[in-house]
């Protein structure tokens, strides 16, 4: 396979051509002409082989899809929409079999189905396999939500059910353990496909109340840590008020483990965290369950540095190495 | 090391905070607001160790000022400025002596010597070693150049000196064989330490005659097969024209190799490539000169696809496998 041929390939992949995108595949640079009255967001992730999935059990229209996905949630989590997709990929030597325009396939279309297009990238070879994404959205300034603004006394929600992932990940590494085990499949697609829900954000950031957002990316206790860095606070979780889905519940009982322990430090849920403060909290959960959006109210902000868990009306801290990423 | 103190560190890294930048490090996107009256551009591009540098002589410096030279590169060939880099790094748990800290630094002093600012990326665990990295800048619509524009009859011109970083790359590759040969000293340099001159852009971008431009990052020929390819058309360079530096010349008569094939299949010069209107080419390259930029004609566009070199008055076409990369 060589260049040229990729980039015909991707040029035909691509179905949608925003108006505003002067220039796409093909020379130096993407050329984009500037929303007007809006903010511009980027973001940036990358995902790389024997890390961040397995080709074991990760197909190449999962990967693509998922690359596409994680990034498209960061837009989310901060209120925008997302316009343009870059994609990088590392194509291992050792990888021959590995379906390249698959993979591109699947991340175009799940951009595109969020309004998203791809503008460019680059294919290079590499020892082990990656995907790096750049996405490009846009935001009105009235409906950004930041990860600095929670405030001690603020409530602390989170949308839908996270852990579900975490718990497919877990059916995903322990195959013998979780067979037959009929909860552990959709737990698996949960893992291996994230599906992102645009209503969600757009709820959050329209009803004006939301003090700090994240999406649930590295689990609800490291993202949680990461509004309470950013926002010089502390977060205090209660265990007894976290979503469980029955499907979790009932895959946690069978291989017998604790199911808030995957809703905790899980990860991959994409779901959105984000604090709103305490007069506004019924309010809060109404208004969004009202809109089809479900969330829980599961702790609080506080004035001391750090995240505790309330558990049995004990709060006990949790170390920060299980809070932050180690390389 | 975590991933609070990098994201720390990182930020102190930071000298240079742009006015339109709302929201820098920290948060789920980095919020800029748009440019008025400019088109936005956007370019990426990946470095994998074993294939784009290789540790034993490339440190944590170099590699850093490199990654952003050649992003900063595209912006230049589409007659832009560089505004924010978004630097994505993937660590291989083998390189714990790596200094991914120094690495960021001559990321971030490179990037704003060129008036851009880091506001973003991602660090993640990998089996082997990658930088990732999205630049985006802005151009006046007037100013913008692409490689699509190039016609039959057009002359092709190339800035400075190329070919000095593929020598360099050589004796890099071969120490036994350049041992001793003092040209090879500055012609490595050339191809650890790219730098680039905004100067040269600027001058093309505003003289209104280049039909198209790119910049040679992959060699003479095959970038000039890009040209072709995105304009329909075919370039025919004149061997005999090609300018060989004093330096170039000197080497590869010590290693006994014409130096014009460095000058054509090296790459990595980071020059401008660009293509303008026959009547216009006497009066390009002193428009050119007068602004302290040389530039050299070195062939004409033709209206048969695909590349040629004509030497000593004849014309052979060149492979289409040494134009394309392959994967």
Redesign the interface.
């Known amino acids: ?4 041929y ?1 980039i015909e390939k991707i040029k035909k992949i691509i179905k949608r051509r925003p108006r505003a995108l ?2 796409g595949i ?11 009255n ?15 999935f397995d080709f074991r059990y990760t197909s190449a229209e999962c990967l693509g899809r998922k690359a596409a996905a994680i990034n498209i949630s ?2 989310y ?2 209120g ?1 929409i997302p316009l ?1 997709m ?1 994609l ?4 291992s030597l050792n990888r021959g079999a590995f379906d ?1 325009e698959k993979m591109i396939r699947a991340f175009s279309r799940y951009s595109e189905k969020h309004g998203a297009c791809l ?10 396999f ?1 995907l ?1 994404v ?1 996405v ?2 846009e ?1 009105k300034t009235e409906h ?1 939500m ?3 603004g929670a405030k001690p006394g603020d409530r602390l929600f989170v949308t839908g059910f996270p852990g579900e992932s975490g718990a497919g990940f877990y059916a995903l590494r322990n195959p013998k353990k979780c067979r037959g085990i009929k909860s552990s499949e959709a737990l698996k697609k949960r893992h291996l496909e994230p599906d992102l829900d645009p209503v969600k954000s757009r709820v959050l950031a329209r009803g004006g109340v939301v003090s700090s957002c ?2 649930v990316s590295d689990g609800l206790v490291s993202d949680a840590g990461r509004i309470a ?2 926002s010089s606070c502390g977060i205090c979780i209660e265990y007894e008020k976290l979503p469980v889905s029955g499907k979790l519940r009932d895959f946690s009982r069978k291989i017998k483990k604790d199911p808030r322990e995957f809703v905790l430090y899980g990860g991959e849920d994409y779901e959105l965290l984000f604090t709103a403060a305490e007069e506004s909290a019924g309010e809060t959960v109404r208004y969004c369950a009202k809109r089809g959006v479900r969330v829980s109210d599961i702790g609080f902000v506080t004035g001391r540095s750090g995240i505790c868990i309330e558990k049995n009306s004990k709060k006990e801290k949790v170390d ?2 299980k809070v ?4």
Chains 1, 2 share one sequence.
């Open positions: 396979m060589d260049e040229f990729l002067v220039r093909g020379d130096d640079c993407a050329v984009v002409s500037p929303p007007q809006r903010k511009i967001l980027v973001s940036s992730d990358s995902l790389a082989e024997g890390v961040h960061d837009i989590a901060m925008g343009y870059i990088n990929i590392g194509i390249t503008i460019g990238g680059d294919t290079v070879r590499a020892k082990s990656f790096s750049t490009i959205g935001a950004l930041t990860r600095f994240l999406d860095r950013e920060d190495s932050w990423k180690h390389f």
